[in-house]
C-alpha cells in the first residue's frame, strides 16, 4: 500500500498521523475558545465576585496553546527517531510546557496585584505602598523568571553549581562596576521612607524646577514647567537640597516700584494707600502685605511692595492681575512711574576756551559793523 511506503525512516502513516494530529490540536483549540467565548465568560460575567473572570481571561489562551501542542507533541512521537533526538524533543516540549504555565501564572499575579492589592493600597493613608506595589510586582516576575530558568538548565544538563560558582567569582567586580546602581537603589528607598515629596508634588532640585510625575527604584521622572521630561538618579536627589513647592504655605512676592522725585509727599502715601488696597481686594493672596518707602534711588523714589499668594496652582495669573491693577489705578491717580534718567556734565576738549570765545565775539562785532 502507498501509507507503506517509507520515508527519511518513517511511512506515510506516520506523517499522516502527525498532519492529523495537528490539523486536531487546531480545531480543539478553535473549539475551546468558542466555547470559552460563548458560554465560559457569559457565565463568569454574572457573578458577583471578579475573580472568576480573571482566572478564565488569563487561562484562555495559554489553555490553547497546550492544546495545539499538544496534538503536536502526539504526532512527532509517533515518529521514528533517534533516542537522542526524541530526548531533545521531550526536553523542548518540557520548555514549551514550562513557560506556557509560568505565563498563566505571571499574568495571574499580575492580574491579582491590578485588581486586588491596587485598590487596596489606594485606600490607604500612606503612600508608600502605593510605590512598592510596582516594585514588587517586578521582583516576583524576576524571581519567577530566574527559578524556572534554572530549573530549565539543570533539565539540559548542565551543571548549576559550576554556573553559580562563575556568578559568586564575578560578584565582586559585578559589585564594582555597579556602584552607582546600588547608591540610586538605596537613594529611592530613601524617598519611599522619608517621603520628601510624593507624586504629583512640585519641587525644585539641583536648579529644575517641575513635577513629580514617577519614583522608581532607580530615578525619579520630573516633568519641567514647559513640558520636558527628566530623569534623575536618586542618587543625587538623595545628596542635594529638595525644595518642595506644594508643601508652601504662600508663595512670597516681592515688587520694587520706583516713582519720580517730583512726586509729592502726599502722592506718596496715596501710593502705598493704592497698593494695600489691591492686595486685600484680591482673592488668591493674603490680606497682610508690606508696604514701605525705602529709598532714595539714582533716579527714583522706590516703594517697596510684599504680598502672599495662597492659590499655588496660579502664582503667574495672581501676578498679571496684581500688576495691570497696580498700573491701573496709579494712572488714575496721576501717580508716575519713574525711568532711568542721568545728567551729564561734559569737561576737556569740547569745552570752548576764553581765546575762541572772545574770537567769536569779535567776528560778530564786524558783521554788525558791516551792515550798518
Not at 34 to 49: H, L, N
Not at 76 to 94: G, I, M, T
Not at 208 to 237: A, K
Request: aromatic share 10%; hydrophobic share 45%.
Amino acid at each position: 500500500m502507498f501509507l507503506e511506503n517509507t520515508l527519511w525512516g518513517n511511512t506515510y502513516y506516520q506523517y499522516l498521523i502527525l498532519v492529523v494530529s495537528i490539523i486536531l490540536g487546531v480545531v480543539l483549540g478553535k473549539a475551546f475558545y468558542w466555547v470559552s467565548t460563548k458560554f465560559i465568560k457569559v457565565f463568569t460575567s454574572k457573578t458577583k465576585t471578579k475573580l472568576d473572570d480573571i482566572i478564565i481571561e488569563n487561562l484562555e489562551k495559554p489553555v490553547i496553546f497546550l492544546i495545539i501542542l499538544g496534538g503536536i507533541y502526539y504526532g512527532v512521537n509517533q515518529l521514528a527517531f533517534s533516542e537522542k533526538a526524541h530526548a531533545f524533543l521531550n526536553n523542548v516540549f518540557l520548555v514549551l510546557i514550562t513557560l506556557s504555565i509560568t505565563w498563566v501564572i505571571i499574568n495571574l499575579i499580575d492580574s491579582f496585584i491590578e485588581f486586588y492589592l491596587k485598590p487596596m493600597a489606594a485606600r490607604t493613608k500612606s503612600d508608600l505602598d502605593d510605590h512598592l506595589i510596582p516594585i514588587i510586582r517586578r521582583l516576583i516576575k524576576i524571581i519567577l523568571w530566574v527559578f524556572v530558568l534554572i530549573m530549565l538548565i539543570k533539565k539540559f544538563g548542565i551543571d548549576i553549581s559550576a554556573l553559580l560558582t562563575g556568578v559568586g567569582l564575578g560578584g565582586l567586580a559585578f559589585a564594582l562596576a555597579a556602584k552607582d546602581m546600588l547608591s540610586n537603589f538605596f537613594g529611592g528607598i530613601a524617598i519611599l521612607t522619608d517621603k520628601p515629596f510624593k507624586i504629583g508634588d512640585r519641587i525644585k532640585v539641583g536648579g529644575n524646577d517641575g513635577w513629580v510625575r514617577e519614583i522608581g527604584l532607580r530615578t525619579t521622572r520630573i516633568e519641567t514647567l514647559d513640558g520636558t521630561q527628566l530623569v534623575i538618579p536618586n542618587s543625587q536627589i538623595a545628596d542635594t537640597v529638595v525644595e518642595n513647592v506644594s508643601r508652601e504655605r504662600a508663595r512670597k512676592v516681592k515688587i520694587t516700584l520706583g516713582l519720580e522725585y517730583s512726586t509729592p509727599q502726599k502722592k506718596m502715601l496715596e501710593a502705598q494707600k493704592i497698593l494695600r488696597d489691591i492686595i486685600k481686594k484680591n482673592k488668591r493672596t493674603d490680606d497682610e502685605c508690606v508696604v514701605s518707602f525705602t529709598e532714595f534711588a539714582d533716579s527714583s523714589l522706590n516703594v517697596l511692595l510684599i504680598y502672599w499668594i495662597k492659590d499655588l496652582k496660579k502664582i503667574l495669573e495672581t501676578k498679571n492681575e496684581i500688576n495691570l491693577a497696580i498700573k491701573e489705578r496709579f494712572e488714575k491717580a496721576g501717580i508716575n512711574m519713574a525711568f532711568p534718567t542721568r545728567t551729564i556734565h561734559l569737561f576737556g576738549e569740547n569745552k570752548p576756551s576764553k581765546e575762541s570765545s572772545l574770537r567769536k565775539a569779535r567776528a560778530v562785532k564786524k558783521k554788525k559793523r558791516g551792515k550798518k
